[in-house]
């Protein structure tokens, strides 16, 4: 069993920068493939990025490629994501999530056993 807990959000003007973490629990979280998912008011949960196991290989929703930075640090149990350039579209509730099976390409939420209760990141024009 793995428990996420996401941090770091806040509000931002447009073109700064905020980094999340999500902290895990677990002896195992350096065997999941690890994920941030966004949801924004009124739309679905939609996928942000993901990364491997070993943090060699990571993946990127179209909308963020560029912008946004994926990582981990298995020692610590702690994953990242580095956002620059935000946009008020990017405003929404982010999730880090969590998957024993998926590979670091999976992009649907039900592929994904764990999550985290949120972190909200509004961004001002």
């Known amino acids: 069993q793995v428990q996420l807990e996401e941090s770091g959000g806040g509000r931002v003007q447009a073109g700064g920068s905020l980094r999340l973490s999500c902290a895990a629990s677990g002896r195992t979280f350096s065997r999941h493939v690890m994920a941030w998912f966004r949801q924004a008011a009124g739309k679905e949960r939609e996928f942000v990025a993901a990364?491997?196991?070993?943090?060699?290989?990571?993946h990127y929703a179209d909308s963020v490629k560029g912008r946004f930075t994926i990582s981990r640090d298995n020692a610590k149990n702690l994953m990242y994501v580095e956002m620059n350039s935000l946009k008020p579209e990017d405003t929404a509730v982010y999730y880090c999530?969590?998957?024993?099976?998926?590979?670091?390409?999976?992009?649907?939420?039900?592929?994904?056993?764990?999550w985290g209760q949120g972190t909200q990141v509004t961004v001002s024009s």
């Open positions: 990364i491997s196991w070993t943090g060699a290989n990571t």
């Open positions: 999530a969590g998957s024993r099976t998926a590979l670091e390409s999976a992009t649907h939420p039900n592929e994904y056993d764990y």
